[in-house]
């Protein structure tokens, strides 16, 4: 069962637009939610999270918004540019046992960002 | 460049095998944690070590085990090989138990 759902495989966007990314969970003891990046041979990138106490985060060009009763998270670009193609991860955080929090993460979406 | 190292890039090996992963965390990282990405699927959490202690445990399979060493480095050890294991393994670190965690390059393995 996934907790963590990103149900578009993949994204087109042209160049200079906004491009959203979009998450949905299931798990409401999530409290966490961050954003990586990954180009292919390399390891994810952190970008943007947030805490489940916020419902907005800005960072540059990127802002993550969270709906917490929709159980819905998403990732805006604005604008697009095609250094941003690649696929991006949505991960969820919940304490697990001993203290520690663990990620879940999203199967990904493919960001496609045409010139 | 995260400050994460995986070592090796790449391994190749056969069924029933035994092979072993290595990480160094970033410079000040307590946590490192072991993930595995088959084909078409996402990143799967396995096992998480904070300062030299087990953590947290995911869906790492009995034949999978990990180690983090006083100099905060850590191994994954794979054993009786299968087909099905071969994957992209990363390693993550991260300051303490929670927070964002920063990935290694990962270590392909095939298993033939």
């Known amino acids: 069962d996934q907790q963590v759902k990103q149900n578009s495989p993949s994204l087109s966007v042209q160049e200079g637009r906004i491009s959203i990314l979009n998450c949905d969970y299931t798990n409401s003891m999530f409290d966490y939610f961050l954003w990586y990046k990954k180009y292919p041979a390399e390891g994810p990138t952190f970008l943007i999270s947030i805490s489940s106490i916020k419902d907005k985060n800005e960072d540059g060009r990127f802002t993550v918004f969270l709906n917490k009763s929709a159980k819905h998270l998403s990732l805006h670009i604005v604008p697009s540019q095609p250094g941003d193609s690649a696929v991006y991860f949505c991960?969820?955080?919940?304490?697990?046992?001993?203290?520690?929090?663990?990620?879940?993460f999203g199967k990904g979406t493919k960001l496609s960002v045409i010139p | 460049d995260s400050g994460v190292t995986q070592t090796p890039k790449h391994l190749i090996t056969a069924t029933g095998q035994r092979v072993t992963l290595r990480c160094s965390p970033r410079?000040?990282?307590?946590?490192v944690y072991w993930y595995q990405q088959s084909l078409d699927q996402g990143l799967q959490f396995l096992i998480q070590?904070?300062?030299?202690?087990?953590?947290a445990k995911g869906n790492i399979l009995e034949r999978f085990s990990a180690q983090q060493f006083p100099d905060l480095h850590s191994e994954l050890n794979l054993s009786s090989l299968e087909l099905g294991d071969s994957a992209l393994y990363f390693c993550?670190?991260?300051?303490?138990?929670?927070?964002?965690?920063?990935f290694g390059p990962g270590t392909r393995l095939t298993v033939t």
């Open positions: 410079s000040g990282d307590l946590s």
């Open positions: 991960a969820a955080s919940a304490r697990s046992g001993a203290g520690s929090y663990q990620l879940t």
């Open positions: 993550a670190s991260s300051v303490g138990l929670a927070g964002e965690q920063y």
């Open positions: 070590y904070y300062n030299g202690e087990e953590r």
